[in-house]
T-cell receptor, first 112, second 113 residues
Framework: DAKTTQPPSMDCAEGRAANLPCNHS???????VYWYRQIHSQGPQYIIH???NNETNEMASLIITEDRKSSTLILPHATLRDTAVYYC?????????????FGQGTRLTINP | DGGITQSPKYLFRKEGQNVTLSCEQN?????MYWYRQDPGQGLRLIYY???????QKGDIAEGYSVSREKKESFPLTVTSAQKNPTAFYLC????????????FGSGTRLTVV
């Protein structure tokens, strides 16, 4: 019951900005959008999250459309170490609690 | 440093045996979660716990059991009833603030031999 759709793979040149899109057209008004990345056989690493405003931290920027039906994660200056699977996740309410529902993610490859 | 620790990193089990995966956090987080990941797939929720002595089934709880006797610990037992236990298991925790994300452990890779 993943609520997000992402392209299965993307490529980006080292030093350029990597823009990863995500569709979440069924998102509810109080559901947050989270981004995580996972390098092979490691635990997912938190990147950023937001509700409706754009967010920026030391790792990335998150742009959420006004209707909240899609978002874009921006890695401003991609490096080879940014090669990973990136998950766009909607945090849903579930039996009074909150859980992350993972989709398939986007495999981002940064090329030298 | 605060964090979440899973052990062991690799685990081998014979068919028909139960095995327990450890998850410990010193982040003072209230909520803890267990996820399963199969090759090339996203994570699926097995069990979660919001407070001590309380836990709830996730999407794929059959063949698994958990306990939450301490805030810091949320062990997962993979029982012999789990038909396809070979997978990568991830534990996560979170506090109640909306300003922070979920913290994941480094995972345990379980292989049934």
């Amino acid at each position: 019951d993943a609520k997000t759709t992402q392209p299965p793979s993307m490529d980006c040149a080292e030093g350029r900005a990597a823009n990863l899109p995500c569709n979440h057209s069924t998102i509810s008004g109080n559901e947050y959008v989270y981004w995580y990345r996972q390098i092979h056989s490691q635990g997912p690493q938190y990147i950023i999250h937001g509700l409706k405003n754009n967010e920026t931290n030391e790792m990335a920027s998150l742009i959420i459309t006004e209707d909240r039906k899609s978002s874009t994660l921006i890695l401003p200056h991609a490096t080879l170490r940014d090669t990973a699977v990136y998950y766009c996740i909607v945090r849903v309410d579930f039996q009074g609690a909150q859980k992350l529902v993972f989709g398939q993610g986007t495999r981002l490859t940064i090329n030298p | 440093d605060g964090g979440i620790t899973q052990s062991p990193k690799y685990l081998f089990r014979k068919e028909g045996q139960n095995v327990t995966l450890s998850c410990e956090q010193n982040l003072n987080h209230d909520a803890m979660y267990w996820y399963r990941q199969d090759p090339g797939q996203g994570l699926r929720l097995i069990y979660y716990s919001q407070i001590v002595n309380d836990f709830q089934k996730g999407d794929i709880a059959e063949g698994y059991s958990v306990s939450r006797e301490k805030k810091e610990s949320f062990p997962l037992t993979v029982t012999s009833a789990q038909k396809n236990p070979t997978a990568f298991y991830l534990c996560a925790s979170k506090n109640w603030s909306p300003n922070y994300g979920y913290t994941f452990g480094s995972g345990t890779r379980l292989t049934v031999v």
